[in-house]
């Protein structure tokens, strides 16, 4: 008899969720995925089935709750109008910050959620909106357990040299302020496959460019991470959609002391205003939409982004050894010919050789796109943060 898994992962004004059935040996399938946007504002409820057919689309009445818990509850009742009585029996999350005690997945006990609590300064905006659907679906789901997922769990083998920021040594140990890393579910769903796709490369040296919406890469040592772009919170590193990447810390000071910009307006800045939309003079935080436009902007958007990938996969080479592997994924990663073969024609020195009409192809498969004796293998593999989290936690339980 097959198993029910619940995946959730909710932000501040989403809830996005996946529901698994178990197969046997094999990964489990998806039955149906969703989400809950526009929380708080106008909440709308979308799903797609197993077939990937639109199932719902629906905004929310006027007068019903905007919040969490209606949204959860909504979902919920959607689905079990279509399991024909069949229990969840494991939910697992995402959670962003596992600080550094937490570098496996954890099942949740009223200790894991005080622990989770310990950690919201690390990630104010974050970690509240992934507490609380595991203490409301502790009322829906009674029965079901419920595991944790971290996106930082899987940079902690980072050695401390990569780890820390040159600040005085307390400050890590007492503070906690260091670089954890992040989209570490999306690392560790790549590190999953490779060992199947390129043993070479599972097992040597490989540079990971996790490259969406959001942007980081990783450098992986035996399928283990060993560096990571981003640090502290996900401000750093690449510049992403609209956030900054990393910026000499003087410019904060700056902008504070001449500019008198306070904390709240820096942080627009720096996480909403920068980035692929800031570069771009505010044309788009989208890829597509800059590869569309004609303005000279969007173009110094693109080159600009593609650059800094080129020096980070230098700087995480260099911290690894050497490069036997580079693998695009995600959104931009997966998608976008160009902007891999630009960041691929800048590494030419490293040993990157790209096959152009391999790299054009239009695929949701894992494939290669270097030539067969190009020194450093290149793959696009698509990510699987969702299928991580559920194997996670079936494992777990
Ligand atoms: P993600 O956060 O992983 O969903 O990735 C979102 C980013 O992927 C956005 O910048 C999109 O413009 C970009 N993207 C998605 N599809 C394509 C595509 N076909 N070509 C170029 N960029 C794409």
Redesign the pocket.
Known sequence: MSDLVLVINAGSSSIKFSLFETAGAADPQVLFKGQMEGLYVEPKFTAKDAADQKVADEVLPADVPKNHDHALRHMLAWLEQRLGGREIKVVGHRVVHGGTQYSKPELVTPALIAGLEALIPLAPLHEPHNIAPIKILQDILPNAAQVTCFDTAFHTTQPELNQLFALPYEFAQKEGIRRYGFHGLSYEYIASVLPQIDTRAAEGRTVVAH????SSMSALLGCECQATTMGFTALEGLPM?TRCGSIDGGVLLHLMNHLKMDAKQIETLLYKESG?LGLSGGIS?????L?ASDEPLAKFAIDYFARRIVRETASLAAAIGGLDCLVFT???G???A??RALVCHQLRWLGVEIDEAANAVRSGEPRRISLADSKVAVYVIPTNEELMIARQALATI
């Open positions: 490259l969406g919406n959001g959609g692929l935080s989208d890829m597509r939409a590869q995600a959104g931009i997966e998608n976008d160009l902007t």
